[in-house]
């Protein structure tokens, strides 16, 4: 096994929580869910699902076209401007109200800014020169904005993940690092340790719209291949003997996209066909059989998934948005989900774990 983990480490990291028995009963999720328009406006889900046609569980946050990017954490949420400077926005709690909508406080102005990633109590940033930064908490006051503290400098960095696991980047070359908390002193960040190598790792921007290179969640991390086989990280981080420290738990040659939950660490996959499935937590045998799954739907409407705290969403090519609720399917029959909203206007989906 040790010799085929070296082989096959080499398509896309994903990290995420530990996974767990699916329990097949009525999903609930504490963690918000926010949805950003193609406008710019932002959205959040009061817990309404929707009525027919009529979809009336969503609250206005934010109406500002400049929005390019949302990202939520540890029940925060955080927007990405792309106008001159890039600026970054926290959400205080005030939604709209009429046309105006107050409740914003500016934590960056740096024009540099290209990326964000949040979950947790953690939010980063990744600039065009490919440095990372944490932030401390503190908002701008006036134009100087000092609540961010540099982690890397690396201008090979292409993917950033955050979460309870840790932090997590992938760079252009494909090796996958660890953060290990020290940040940069000066011009020197040697605050990241070596877990993967392999030059095969997808090469993806990570992203709400596509699969993602890397990702994080609550204690555990995945990677998944070109070939669409999982492997999960035992923590174990590269040696002399090579980066050995995975574990089978998915060969499925359709599988397209992966996505975590938060608290109780559920791991998804959505495949070619529009399949979603869920990892039980049983990993791959000597074998290579893979039976650790149980399959939540079969629709061919489906576009991506979004993990939540017990629960998984998707996105259909309509840009309605679905809950999965349970039962998990019977045969070919998957009842169980409960749509959220039918906006056509749907560009991007968050939780905010």
């Known amino acids: ?116 990633v949040a979950e947790g109590s953690q939010l980063l940033q990744e600039h065009f020169d490919g440095s990372l930064w944490q932030f401390t908490g503190q908002t701008c006051n006036s134009s100087s904005c000092p609540g961010w503290t540099q982690i890397d400098n690396n201008p090979n960095l292409m993917n950033v993940s955050v979460g309870g696991a840790g932090v997590f980047e992938q760079h252009m070359d494909d090796t996958i690092w660890q953060y290990t908390g020290s940040p940069c002193s000066g011009s020197t960040c040697s605050g990241w340790q070596l877990i993967d190598n392999n030059s095969m790792t997808n090469g993806i921007r990570c992203g709400p719209l596509v699969p993602c290179s890397v990702a994080t969640g609550v204690g555990a991390a995945y990677q998944m291949w070109w070939n669409g086989a999982i492997w999960q990280y035992l923590g174990v981080p590269c040696n002399a003997s090579g980066c050995t420290g995975w574990l089978p738990i998915g060969n499925n040659a359709s599988t397209v996209q992966i996505a975590v939950g938060g608290v109780w660490g559920s791991l998804y996959t959505a495949q070619s066909n529009g399949s979603i499935w869920a990892y039980t937590g049983i990993p791959c045998n000597a074998n290579d059989i893979c039976s650790g799954w149980e399959q939540l739907d079969n629709n061919p409407k489906m576009w991506y998934v979004v993990g939540g705290t017990n629960t998984v969403y998707q996105v259909h090519q309509d840009r309605s948005i679905w809950q999965y609720v349970g039962p998990p399917c019977n045969g070919s029959v998957c009842s169980g989900w409960v749509e959220l909203d039918n906006n056509p206007s749907t560009y991007m989906v968050v939780t905010g774990l």
């Open 1 to 116: 096994m040790t010799t085929k983990l070296s082989l096959w480490q080499k398509i896309a990291l994903l990290t995420a929580g530990i996974s767990v028995s699916m329990v097949s009963v009525a999903r609930a999720d504490n963690a918000p869910l926010y949805q950003m328009h193609d406008d710019g406006s932002i959205w959040h889900y009061k817990g309404v699902p929707c009525s027919g046609n009529v979809c009336s569980g969503w609250q206005q946050l934010d109406g500002n076209n400049q929005t390019v990017q949302i990202a939520a954490g540890g029940g925060q949420l955080y927007q990405l401007h792309g106008d001159i400077g890039g600026p970054i926005w926290k959400f205080t709690g005030q939604p709209c109200t009429g046309g105006t909508c107050p409740g914003w406080v500016q934590i960056d102005n740096n024009m540099d800014s290209d990326w964000i």
